[in-house]
C-alpha cells in the first residue's frame, strides 16, 4: 500500500481542499532529492516497521494454511510463508519507496498498529488474511497536486501500482518454479528439503497473486485505509482492470484446485 504526505505546515490546506490520506513525517518537505546513499533512502524505523508487519503476515498467513499452532506443519507452513513475504511483501513496500523516490519524494514504510492487530484477528477468527498492516508514505511538494494535479494524478498511480506489479511478477515465477520442481520431485518419494521447496514455491505463488489481487481491489478514501487498487482506479482505469483481473483470476484458480498449488499443501506436510 502507499500513502501521501501533506507535510505539517500544509495539512490543513489539504484537508480543507482534498480528503487526502495524510500523516507527516517529523521532518518537512526537503525539496526533490537523489537518493544514493543507504542511509538516505532508509531509517531505523522503517527497518523496524517492515520487519514487524513481515513477521506478523507470516503468522497470520501460516496460521490461515495450517491452522494448528506450534505443531510441525505449521513450523513449516510459517517458515516457508516468511520466505515467500520476504520476497512478495517487502518488495512490494520497497517498489512503492522507489518509485516515490525516483520522483524524488521522500518516502518511508509505516506500520499500522491497529490493522496489525486486526489482521491477527481476522487469520484467527474467519480464516482471512487482512493484507494491510501498514503503508509507504511519500511526502511531495504540498503545492504540487494544484500545480499539476492531472500528472500528480497519474505519478501516485503508477507510484501504487508499483507494488501488486512485483507481485505478479513473483507469483508468475513462482508458478513456473513449482510445476518445474513438480516435474522432478515425487512428493510420496522425496526427501524434506524437497519437499520444503515444493511448499515455498506453492506458496510463493498462491500468497504473492493474493497480494496482488487484495492490493488491487479499488477501495479507499475511507478514513485511514485506501488500498493500491483505488489510486490506480483514480488514474487509469484500464490499466486498474488488466492489473486486478489477471490475479484475481489466477488467485480463484488456485482456491478452486483448477491450479494445484495450495491443494498440495496436505500431501507435502504430511509426508515432512
Same mark, same amino acid.
Given at each position: 500500500?502507499? %500513502? &501521501?504526505?501533506?507535510?505539517?505546515?500544509?495539512?490543513?490546506?489539504? +484537508?480543507?481542499?482534498?480528503?487526502?490520506?495524510?500523516?507527516? #513525517?517529523?521532518?518537512?518537505?526537503?525539496?526533490r532529492?537523489?537518493f544514493?546513499?543507504? %542511509?538516505?533512502?532508509?531509517?531505523?524505523?522503517?527497518?523496524? !516497521?517492515?520487519?514487524?508487519?513481515?513477521?506478523?503476515?507470516? &503468522?497470520?498467513?501460516?496460521?490461515?494454511? +495450517?491452522?494448528? @499452532?506450534?505443531?510441525?506443519?505449521?513450523?513449516?507452513?510459517f $517458515?516457508?510463508?516468511?520466505?515467500?513475504? $520476504? @520476497? $512478495?511483501?517487502?518488495?512490494?513496500?520497497?517498489?512503492? %519507496? #522507489?518509485?516515490?523516490q525516483r520522483y524524488? +519524494?521522500?518516502?518511508?514504510?509505516?506500520?499500522?498498529?491497529?490493522?496489525?492487530?486486526?489482521?491477527?484477528?481476522?487469520?484467527?477468527a474467519?480464516? &482471512?488474511?487482512?493484507? /494491510?498492516?501498514?503503508?509507504?508514505? #511519500?511526502?511531495?511538494?504540498?503545492?504540487? +497536486?494544484?500545480?499539476?494535479?492531472?500528472?500528480f494524478?497519474?505519478?501516485?498511480?503508477?507510484?501504487s501500482?508499483?507494488?501488486?506489479?512485483?507481485?505478479i511478477?513473483?507469483?508468475?515465477?513462482?508458478? $513456473?518454479? #513449482?510445476? @518445474?520442481?513438480?516435474?522432478?520431485?515425487?512428493? /510420496?518419494t522425496? =526427501?524434506?528439503?524437497?519437499?520444503?521447496?515444493?511448499?515455498?514455491? !506453492?506458496?510463493?505463488?498462491?500468497?504473492?497473486?493474493?497480494?496482488a489481487?487484495f492490493n488491487?481491489?479499488?477501495?479507499?478514501?475511507?478514513? !485511514?485505509?485506501?488500498?493500491?487498487?483505488? %489510486?490506480?482506479?483514480?488514474?487509469?482505469?484500464?490499466?486498474?482492470?488488466?492489473?486486478?483481473?489477471?490475479?484475481?483470476?489466477?488467485?480463484?484458480?488456485?482456491? @478452486?484446485?483448477?491450479?494445484?498449488?495450495? =491443494?498440495?499443501?496436505?500431501p507435502?506436510? !504430511?509426508r515432512?
Amino acid at each position: 500500500m502507499v %500513502k &501521501v504526505n501533506a507535510g505539517r505546515p500544509h495539512r490543513r490546506f489539504y +484537508y480543507r481542499k482534498n480528503n487526502w490520506e495524510l500523516f507527516p #513525517f517529523t521532518r518537512g518537505f526537503v525539496g526533490r532529492r537523489r537518493f544514493r546513499r543507504f %542511509k538516505d533512502r532508509f531509517s531505523l524505523l522503517e527497518i523496524r !516497521s517492515i520487519l514487524v508487519a513481515w513477521l506478523v503476515l507470516a &503468522v497470520a498467513f501460516g496460521y490461515v494454511l +495450517y491452522p494448528i @499452532l506450534f505443531s510441525t506443519g505449521f513450523v513449516y507452513v510459517f $517458515g516457508a510463508a516468511a520466505i515467500v513475504l $520476504g @520476497l $512478495g511483501f517487502i518488495f512490494h513496500e520497497l517498489m512503492h %519507496k #522507489f518509485a516515490a523516490q525516483r520522483y524524488g +519524494y521522500d518516502a518511508e514504510f509505516r506500520v499500522w498498529p491497529f490493522w496489525l492487530v486486526f489482521a491477527l484477528i481476522m487469520a484467527f477468527a474467519v480464516g &482471512v488474511v487482512f493484507a /494491510a498492516p501498514g503503508a509507504t508514505y #511519500f511526502q511531495p511538494d504540498p503545492r504540487e +497536486y494544484y500545480m499539476d494535479p492531472k500528472g500528480f494524478t497519474k505519478r501516485y498511480g503508477i507510484i501504487s501500482l508499483a507494488g501488486p506489479e512485483i507481485n505478479i511478477v513473483f507469483g508468475a515465477a513462482f508458478l $513456473g518454479l #513449482f510445476y @518445474l520442481a513438480k516435474s522432478f520431485i515425487n512428493v /510420496a518419494t522425496a =526427501s524434506t528439503p524437497g519437499l520444503f521447496a515444493l511448499l515455498v514455491f !506453492s506458496l510463493g505463488a498462491y500468497i504473492n497473486f493474493y497480494l496482488a489481487a487484495f492490493n488491487m481491489i479499488p477501495f479507499g478514501n475511507m478514513g !485511514s485505509i485506501s488500498l493500491d487498487g483505488y %489510486k490506480v482506479w483514480r488514474w487509469n482505469r484500464v490499466y486498474w482492470a488488466l492489473f486486478f483481473a489477471v490475479p484475481v483470476v489466477i488467485t480463484a484458480l488456485i482456491f @478452486l484446485g483448477y491450479i494445484p498449488v495450495v =491443494s498440495q499443501l496436505v500431501p507435502i506436510l !504430511s509426508r515432512i
